[in-house]
C-alpha cells in the first residue's frame, strides 16, 4: 500500500499547486480589470501556466493518429504497437509531471525515463513510420521541458536532426517538417516553463522580501519605543514611590517629586508623538499616488508631473501635506474635471503648483489676519514659512484655484507637530 499513498501524496500535491494557482490567476484577473478601468498597466505579474503536470496532458493528443492505425488494423502487430503506446503515454507522463519539482526534474530517475523515451519512440518510428513519427514532436516537448539550461540548446538541435533523418529514411521529404516541429517544441517548450518558473520564483521572493521587510520594521519600531519608554517609565516609577513616602512626613519634598513626574512625563509625551509623526509620515511620492486615486475616485483627471532634483525627508514631508491639502480641496470645492500636480526642483529652490479647472472660488474667504484660505492651508502657510519657504493660494487667471508651494531645497528645521494639530480639513 506503500505506493498507492505516494500516488495520493502525489495527486493531493497537484491540486494544492493547481489551487494555488488559480488564485494567483483570480487576483492577475481582477488587478487587470481595475487597471484596465483606470488606463493602467496591472501590477500583478501573470502567473504563468499551471506549474503541474496536467498543462502537458493535452499534448497525447498528438498521437491520436498512431492510435486510429491500431485500433483500425492498419498498422502490423497492432498489440505489439499498441503496448508501445501505452508505454510511450506512461513514460511521458511520469516525465512531465516531475519536470516541475527542479530536484526530480534533475534527478536520474527522470533522466533514464527521458532515455527509455527516445529509444522507444526511435523503435515505433522505424517499425510504422507515417503518423507514428509525431512521437518525435512529444519527445522533444518532454526533452525541452526537463533540460533546462547550457545543454537545451545542443541536445535539441541534435534531437531534430536525429528525428529528420529517421523520418526521411522512412517517409522521405516529410523529415524536414519532423525535425522542425521537434526542435520548435523543444525550444517553446522550455522557454515558457523556464520563464513560468522565474516568475514563480519571483513572486516568491518578493513576497517573502515584504514579510521580512515587515517583521523588521516591526522589530524595529518595537525597539525604538523600548528605549523610549523604557528610561522614562522607571524613572516616573521610582519617583512615584518616593512621592507616596515623603507625603505623610514631608509635603514639600513629595510635591517637589511630582513636578518631577510632570516634567518627565510631558517629555515623554512629546518624544512618542515626534516618533509616531516620523514612523507615520509618508514621502511625497506616496502623497502624489494617493491624489492620482482620491482624484480619479471623484471623477477629477489627474496630471502629475515631476522634474528636478531628488529632495530631502524634510522637504519631501511638507510639500506631501501640501498635495494632500489642495488635492482635498479640489475633491470637495472645486467642482473640478481635471487637476494638474507639477514638481520642479532647481539647485535652490522647489516649486510645487497645484491647479484645477473648477469653479475657482476659495475654500474660505480670506481671514482678517491675512491668512488664505481656510485652516488648512493656514496651517501649512505657517509651517512653510517656519521651513523658510511660502504658499500662495487664489484663483487661476486661465480659470479655476492654484496652490504654489515654494522651499528651499535645504530647508530649516521644522518644527516637530504632528498633522492633526497643523494641518486641519479644508474648510
Not at 518525435?136 to 540548446?153: D, E, K
Not at 516618533?275 to 507615520?280: I, K, L
Not at 502623497?287 to 515631476?306: F, G, K, M
Request: charged letters at 20%; hydrophobic letters at 45%.
Amino acid at each position: 500500500m506503500t505506493w498507492w499513498l505516494r500516488v495520493k501524496g502525489q495527486v493531493a500535491a497537484w491540486q494544492e499547486a493547481r489551487a494555488r494557482w488559480r488564485e494567483d490567476m483570480e487576483r492577475f484577473r481582477a488587478a487587470q480589470r481595475a487597471a484596465r478601468k483606470n488606463g493602467e498597466t496591472p501590477a500583478v505579474d501573470h502567473p504563468g501556466p499551471p506549474p503541474t503536470g496536467f498543462t502537458l496532458l493535452p499534448w497525447l493528443l498528438m498521437v491520436s493518429g498512431a492510435v486510429s492505425d491500431v485500433l483500425q488494423g492498419k498498422a502490423a502487430e497492432p498489440w505489439l504497437g499498441g503496448a508501445g503506446l501505452l508505454a510511450f503515454g506512461v513514460l511521458y507522463v511520469y516525465v512531465t509531471f516531475r519536470t516541475f519539482d527542479r530536484s526530480k526534474r534533475e534527478a536520474v530517475p527522470t533522466r533514464v525515463a527521458l532515455l527509455l523515451m527516445a529509444l522507444l519512440t526511435t523503435g515505433l518510428a522505424l517499425c510504422y513510420g507515417g503518423n507514428w513519427l509525431t512521437l518525435f514532436p512529444l519527445l522533444g516537448l518532454a526533452t525541452g521541458a526537463t533540460l533546462r539550461g547550457p545543454w537545451l540548446g545542443k541536445v535539441g538541435l541534435l534531437l531534430a536532426v536525429y528525428a529528420g533523418l529517421i523520418s526521411a529514411y522512412h517517409d522521405g521529404s516529410d523529415g524536414v517538417n519532423i525535425a522542425y516541429a521537434t526542435f520548435l517544441s523543444s525550444m517553446v517548450t522550455a522557454a515558457i516553463l523556464g520563464l513560468s518558473e522565474a516568475v514563480r520564483e519571483l513572486r516568491a521572493a518578493r513576497e517573502e522580501l515584504a514579510r521580512n521587510a515587515v517583521e523588521e520594521e516591526r522589530l524595529r519600531f518595537s525597539r525604538d519605543l523600548h528605549d523610549l519608554l523604557g528610561h522614562t517609565l522607571s524613572v516616573i516609577v521610582v519617583k512615584s514611590e518616593a512621592a507616596r513616602r515623603l507625603a505623610p512626613r514631608n509635603m514639600d519634598a513629595a510635591l517637589s517629586q511630582i513636578g518631577d513626574i510632570e516634567s518627565v512625563g510631558r517629555q515623554a509625551l512629546t518624544e512618542i508623538r515626534e516618533a509616531v509623526t516620523g514612523y507615520r509620515e509618508g514621502s511625497l511620492a506616496t502623497e502624489l499616488t494617493r491624489a492620482r486615486s482620491a482624484l480619479s475616485a471623484a471623477s477629477v483627471e489627474p496630471v502629475v508631473r515631476q522634474s528636478g532634483t531628488p529632495l530631502t525627508p524634510q522637504t519631501e514631508a511638507l510639500l506631501g501635506w501640501v498635495v494632500r491639502e489642495a488635492v482635498t480641496n479640489v475633491v470637495r470645492h472645486s467642482d473640478a474635471g481635471r487637476c494638474e500636480i507639477t514638481v520642479e526642483s532647481s539647485a535652490g529652490l522647489v516649486r510645487l503648483t497645484v491647479t484645477d479647472d473648477g469653479s475657482g472660488t476659495a475654500v474660505a474667504p480670506p481671514r482678517e489676519s491675512g491668512g488664505i484660505g481656510g485652516t488648512g492651508l493656514k496651517g501649512l502657510t505657517e509651517r512653510l514659512a517656519a521651513a523658510g519657504g511660502s504658499l500662495r493660494a487664489g484663483p487661476s487667471p486661465r480659470g479655476g484655484f492654484t496652490v504654489t508651494a515654494e522651499l528651499p531645497v535645504e530647508p530649516a528645521e521644522v518644527p516637530s507637530s504632528g498633522p492633526a494639530g497643523s494641518v486641519g480639513s479644508a474648510g
